[in-house]
């Protein structure tokens, strides 16, 4: 059974970076495509970015592209999420997520597609 974790998060003054990390265990990420998503209070859960299995297909949600990036190191089996130039509207909960895929070179951002879940990790952007 993959499990994942994430780590991170935590308070930022805008304009600030963090680098988010998923880590998986129980088996090997690299037949998973990742997902990164995000819940605000309030406001429904969204995709932010997702990797494909191959690494070749990436997919960024329009409010952070130019800002986050998105990368894995299967070897040890981990997914980045680097986050440069944060906003207050940036602030949520982040979750990485896994989807078994037989299209290793796509990836999408819809959080009904993946299967596996990590416990999440909070972002504050605020002065």
């Known amino acids: 059974q993959l499990q994942l974790v994430e780590s991170g998060g935590g308070l930022v003054q805008p304009g600030g970076s963090l680098r988010l990390s998923c880590v998986a265990s129980?088996?090997?990420?690299?037949?998973?495509?990742i997902g990164w998503f995000r819940q605000a209070p309030g406001k429904e859960r969204e995709g932010v970015s997702c990797?494909?299995?191959?690494?070749?297909?990436?997919n960024y949600e329009d409010s952070v592209k130019g800002r986050f990036t998105i990368s894995r190191d299967d070897a040890k089996n981990t997914v980045h999420l680097q986050m440069d130039n944060l906003k207050p509207e940036d602030t949520a909960i982040y979750y990485c997520?896994?989807?078994?895929?037989?299209?290793?070179?796509?990836?999408?951002?819809?959080?009904?597609?993946?299967?596996?879940w990590g416990q999440g990790t909070q972002i504050t952007v605020s002065s």
């Open positions: 997520a896994a989807q078994a895929t037989l299209l290793p070179r796509l990836c999408v951002l819809s959080g009904a597609e993946y299967h596996y």
């Open positions: 990797i494909s299995e191959n690494g070749g297909g990436i």
């Open positions: 129980g088996s090997t990420l690299r037949y998973y495509a």
